[in-house]
């Protein structure tokens, strides 16, 4: 683990080179990002919750799953206890990048997946070679995941219009680099707390940051008029309150999740949960459909154990998340599971959805030790 450590410290050079990359030659940030195929390269979410979930079915679970960047499935993938697994995403550069994923935790071990991600460095005429392998033996074309030019210079995992989002953020917040290198270099809250208040230098600049670069403008451009629906405030706001809350609650120094936010990689020994696994010793059954939730689960009655929605009910009308969330009570097995969580909107999750028992509490406990922190609340449902 040690050399892995070392590795993704050297990666925070390849994660400010994102912006460069990805957004310089012509043309501002928000045009080069809104040109990717990938929406989300790295799932924002901290996937050791839904492990959780899974973990409590045993063995033989069957598990239905937003892709999106296909973290999420892959630390899934690699349970023992995970006998089948369906990811879902209407965008097929998602899917292609969850299927890059997949692949790689059964032919890579941790230190060359970091590499070829672009967690560590790599050069890039290697890392081109390596990925038209990989993407050739999924059967995929060389630019499944955007511009292989670009793909291979930054890596997979900072080739999302999110990451690119991510990117501009640190960019703006450049000129205070080294106040950031010490908030994130605690890991006593209350202290981190103190360096981000609203009335601190820092924390003044981190609203005016999120104020700038997290403009409602700027997320339709990147993800369309339904990634700001139903918004309990300003998205600016809310990012701003829950990166003040994980840094009053959890310590900053382990926290890969908000290194990559603010520093565009990971704390020595700590990363996204999947990297670091070995894949099975048997494989789970996996199959992938470009589609939305909807029409995955349609046809699908008590097939699953787990349903993974992720916040695509942030993205819906209060009718089509009720929709959304009756297919997948449908879907699921009496007693199974549904975790979903809920980014800044103001759906009423457990009303919609009163073919559940929610565990309430269970969720809240769930919702305290999530590193991901950007949800302001997690819904864990059973179906009666």
Not at 190 to 209: F, M, N, W, Y
Not at 262 to 279: D, E, F, I, N, Q
Request: charged residues 25%; neutral net charge.
């Amino acid at each position: 683990m040690a050399s892995i450590a070392v590795s993704t410290l050297a990666a925070s050079s390849v994660g400010r080179s994102a912006m460069n990359d990805g957004c310089g030659n012509g043309g501002s940030w928000l045009e080069r990002a809104s040109s990717l195929p990938v929406a989300f390269a790295q799932v924002r979410e901290d996937a050791l919750l839904d492990r959780e979930v899974v973990r409590s079915i045993g063995k033989g679970a069957r598990v239905a799953m937003v892709a999106s960047g296909g973290c999420t499935a892959a630390l899934l993938a690699s349970m023992e206890g995970v006998g089948r697994l369906l990811v879902v995403d209407p965008n097929p550069a998602q899917l292609a990048l969850t299927r890059l994923k997949l692949r790689l935790l059964e032919s890579t071990g941790p230190e060359e997946r970091l590499a070829v991600l672009g967690h560590a460095p790599m050069a890039p005429v290697d890392r081109r070679a390596r990925l038209a392998d990989e993407l050739a033996a999924l059967d995929l074309p060389l630019d499944a995941l955007g511009s292989i030019s670009l793909i291979s210079r930054i890596g997979p995992d900072h080739g999302g219009r999110f990451e690119l989002l991510f990117a501009a953020l640190r960019g703006a917040l450049h000129g205070s680099s080294e106040p950031l290198e010490a908030l994130l270099s605690l890991g006593e809250p209350a202290r981190q707390a103190e360096r981000v208040a609203p009335h601190s230098a820092l924390g003044k600049r981190i609203d005016e940051t999120m104020d700038d670069v997290m403009r409602t403008p700027n997320l339709v451009r990147l993800f369309g008029e339904g990634a700001v629906r139903n918004p309990a405030t300003r998205f600016s706001t809310h990012f701003a309150r829950r990166l003040r809350h994980v840094l009053a609650t959890l310590p900053a120094n382990d926290n890969p999740y908000l290194w990559q936010m603010l520093k565009g990689c990971y704390p020595p020994g700590s990363m996204a949960p999947w990297l670091s696994r070995v894949g099975p010793a048997r494989n789970p059954s996996v199959a992938s459909e470009a589609d939305t939730m909807v029409g995955a689960l349609a046809d699908r009655p008590r097939e699953f154990d787990f349903v993974h929605l992720s916040n695509i009910l942030d993205w819906l009308d209060p009718e089509d998340a009720r929709t959304t969330l009756d297919l997948a009570r449908r879907a699921l097995r009496p007693g199974g599971w549904t975790l979903v969580r809920q980014l800044n909107s103001t759906l009423d999750i457990e009303r919609l959805g009163d073919g559940f028992e929610w565990h309430a509490a269970e969720a809240r406990r769930m919702h305290q030790a999530d590193r991901s922190f950007f949800y302001r609340a997690l819904y864990l449902g059973r179906r009666r």
